[in-house]
Nanobody, 115 residues
Framework: QVQLVESGGGLVQPGGSLRLSCAAS????????MGWYRQVPGKQREVVAT???????NYVDSVKGRFTISRDNAKNTMYLQMNSLKPEDTAVYYC?????????WGQGTQVTVSS
């Protein structure tokens, strides 16, 4: 089993930046891919960005060029650097980790983009 803890959310003005962190513990060596998702009330959770153990990344079109996903394997931590934030980026952001047998979620961190 993998345990995940997010941090770094908060309130930021439009055009600003935030960096989210996701610290992983437990069966870390079995992780094949990690990702960031977000959810707003009344809508389905959507994938924002993913990164494989080989470092291959993918992004939803709405964040391409603004967000960057990365992993620091030495620190067992994944990051989401978010730049040029827009009000529509407001959501609860969740990190995830996939192994051959399990899919784990963090508890979520709120990101609010507002003036």
């Amino acid at each position: 089993q993998v345990q995940l803890v997010e941090s770094g959310g908060g309130l930021v003005q439009p055009g600003g930046s935030l960096r989210l962190s996701c610290a992983a513990s437990g069966s870390i060596r079995s992780i094949s891919a990690m990702g960031w998702y977000r959810q707003v009330p009344g809508k389905q959770r959507e994938v924002v960005a993913t990164i494989t153990s080989a470092g291959s990344t993918n992004y939803v079109d709405s964040v391409k060029g603004r967000f960057t996903i990365s992993r620091d394997n030495a620190k067992n931590t994944m990051y989401l650097q978010m730049n040029s934030l827009k009000p529509e980026d407001t959501a609860v952001y969740y990190c995830s980790a996939a192994t051959a047998l399990t899919f784990s979620w963090g508890q979520g961190t709120q990101v609010t983009v507002s003036s």
